[in-house]
């Protein structure tokens, strides 16, 4: 018996003006599953994730979380069907989907504790004394107990993002998307953020990585995507897509990136 996707992304289309981002993404994505997304700049995979935590609102298509489809359908006048969205539902979806950010975005005037407190204090209305106790939890979890009381100014690329991870962890989200978590950091940073995602994976988090890192994808990842101009152009398991690509463009992508060990 197949258990239910937890994710289901039907028809995705994304505009921007009269731009398309994406042009008709479907998507499964099964409790557990561990999803890495690649593609050269440009090729929708940030704005993908984007559309799946609603920073961007879809311009046509439907996200479906836990079995329950996300907005409701409405009729305009020229009787075509529109899908519109409460904030409300939306702010109860970016509780059950965490987002871990390139650039971090971090509140520069909070602690590392604080920054983590802050969305339970806020969103979740937990008392001050719980949410420090979860918060330090999760700082623990990413190996920052020690800077909780750090301002983001005083740490590395590394420990900012560890800490952005920690923040997405407090909220016990049901899917983790990651879009590019490493590409602004010093080389010499990256391995410390990716030894956290691979022991969120090892716990059987369910998890969506936008990444240049495709050695790490190889070695974590259940299922690699290639988006090539808005669409899925290939997938399949690791050595699938990394190993055996079929279509000529994925073959041309990873020939560029021929570094990676697998």
Do not use: W
């Not at 979890?141 to 009381?149: I, T, Y």
């Not at 590019?180 to 090892?202: K, N, Q």
């Amino acid at each position: 018996m197949m258990t239910e996707p937890l994710l289901r992304v039907s028809g995705l289309h994304k505009k921007f003006g009269s731009f398309e981002v994406l042009r008709g993404i479907d998507l499964d994505v099964a409790p557990g599953e561990r999803i890495a997304i690649l593609g050269a700049s440009g090729s929708g995979k940030s704005t993908l994730l984007r559309c799946l935590n609603f920073m961007e609102t879809p311009s046509a298509g439907t996200v479906t979380l836990a079995g329950r489809a996300i907005g409701s359908e409405r009729q305009r006048r020229d009787g075509s069907i529109e899908r519109v969205y409460a904030e409300r539902e939306l702010t109860r979806v970016r509780q059950r989907v965490g987002m871990v950010f390139q650039q971090f975005n971090l509140f520069p005037h909070m602690t590392a504790v604080g920054n983590v407190m802050e969305a339970l204090r806020t969103v979740r209305g937990v008392d001050a004394a719980a949410a420090r106790e979860r918060a330090m939890t999760e700082l623990a979890r990413v190996g920052l107990a020690d800077k909780a009381d750090q301002y983001p100014a005083r740490l590395s690329g590394g420990q900012k993002q560890r800490v952005a991870i920690a923040r997405a962890l407090a909220m016990d989200p049901e899917l983790l998307l990651f879009d590019e978590p490493t590409s602004a950091l010093d080389p010499e940073l990256v391995g410390e953020v990716l030894g956290v995602i691979r022991s969120l994976a090892d716990e059987g988090r369910t998890m969506l990585l936008v990444t240049h890192e495709i050695g790490f994808a190889y070695h974590v990842a259940t299922r690699v995507l290639f988006v090539a101009d808005g669409v899925i152009h290939e997938a399949g398991t690791p050595d699938e897509v990394l190993k055996h690509p079929r279509r000529e463009r994925t073959q041309a992508f990873l020939a560029r990136h021929r570094e990676f060990s697998l």
